[in-house]
């Protein structure tokens, strides 16, 4: 009889999107829009193949959720808050911290980050 000590270990198919969270002041939410952007692009830009790039802004009572359908986890955005006629009210780069919301160590998994706009 054989046994194995730490033998290969096998991952689940992968896929996955990570989630930008843009949170905001809350009277703030409901006076803006955001657009973040990174140098693939911006969430205002449909991405060629669907496949890069970010979701639509969907609000949330604390700011805004972006989805990254490319599973990428840049490290840094531009992110922009706009008045309803698209003129940009404020503009920040901000750094992300991404932590692991899913999967395992071993096969990682889809991610999460928050990042403050102050307006």
Same mark, same amino acid.
């Given at each position: 009889?054989?046994?194995?000590?730490?033998?290969?270990?096998?991952?689940?198919?992968?896929?996955?999107? &990570?989630?930008?969270?843009? %949170?905001?002041? %809350?009277?703030?939410?409901?006076?803006?829009?955001?657009?973040?952007?990174?140098?693939?692009?911006?969430?205002? %830009?449909?991405?060629?193949?669907? /496949?890069?790039?970010?979701?639509?802004?969907?609000?949330?009572? @604390?700011?805004?959720?972006?989805? /990254?359908?490319?599973?990428?986890?840049?490290?840094?955005?531009?992110?922009?808050?706009?008045?309803? %006629?698209? &003129?940009?009210?404020? @503009?920040?780069?901000?750094?992300? @911290?991404?932590?692991?919301?899913?999967?395992?160590?071993?096969?990682?998994?889809?991610?999460?980050?928050?990042?403050?706009?102050?307006?």
């Amino acid at each position: 009889m054989l046994t194995s000590c730490g033998g290969a270990f096998a991952c689940p198919a992968i896929g996955w999107s &990570n989630t930008l969270i843009v %949170e905001v002041h %809350e009277e703030d939410v409901a006076a803006t829009m955001v657009e973040v952007c990174d140098e693939r692009g911006c969430s205002s %830009e449909p991405s060629p193949d669907g /496949l890069t790039g970010f979701s639509s802004p969907q609000r949330t009572g @604390e700011g805004w959720v972006l989805h /990254l359908p490319d599973m990428s986890t840049p490290d840094n955005f531009i992110v922009r808050a706009l008045d309803a %006629e698209g &003129n940009v009210i404020r @503009e920040m780069t901000v750094a992300a @911290e991404w932590k692991r919301s899913g999967g395992s160590e071993q096969c990682g998994g889809p991610g999460e980050a928050r990042v403050r706009l102050v307006l």
